[in-house]
Every structure is written in C-alpha cells, then in structure tokens.
C-alpha cells in the first residue's frame, strides 16, 4: 500500500521503504488502514507559531508541456545563467515574475 503512489503524470511510482525495518513498515501500513479519527495524535504538539513557515513549499501548480520557439540568444543566456536546476525552470519561472507583474499593473 505505501509502495503505490501516483506521480506528476498519474502513473504508478514505487517508493523504496527499504530503510524501514519490518515492524515500522507494519506500522506504517496499519496506521494507512485508520480513518483519520482513529489516530490518537494526543502526544502530537499543535503548533501555534507559524513564523517559520515557507509558503508554498509543498505546492506545485499544475504544468503542461508545449513546444515553444525561443531565440537562441535567450536560451543561451538562460543556460549560462543557471539559478535552479534546468534552463526550463528558470525561464518558467521568469514568465512568472512578467505575469505577476503585469497582473499588478493593471490592478
């Protein structure tokens, strides 16, 4: 049960739980098989101070891939100026910031 999980595309991902011994992997298993309810999270502190919180940091927008033509200019900058992992996501994440503020500009 805690093997399948869906990725990005909706297909079936496998995650290694090999690090987990025999009686974690039970555990685990029993506790995916309660209703929320059933789950006593009593030794479990609420947590009152948010300041600390990222926002955002586990949210990723919903993407879809496109065949786009760009200038070569652009996407050698964007390749010589690496911020993040791929020149894709940085350029994605440029189209972001336009957006933004034109959504401001015209607010």
Not at 9 to 30: F, P, W
Not at 81 to 101: C, D, V
Request: glycine share 2%; hydrophobic share 35%.
């Amino acid at each position: 049960m805690l093997e399948k999980q869906l990725n990005m595309n909706g297909e079936l991902m496998k995650k290694v739980i090999s690090d987990l011994t025999l009686e974690q992997q039970l555990e685990l298993e029993a506790l995916a098989a309660m209703s929320d309810d059933e789950i006593n999270t009593d030794d479990i502190p609420e947590i009152t101070d948010w300041s600390d919180a990222k926002h955002g940091m586990f949210y990723r927008p919903d993407q879809q891939q496109i065949t786009l033509c760009l200038d070569v200019d652009l996407i050698d900058w964007f390749k010589q100026h690496p911020q993040s992992k791929s020149y894709q996501t940085n350029i994605n994440q440029a189209l972001r910031e336009y957006m933004n503020q034109q959504k401001q500009l015209l607010s």
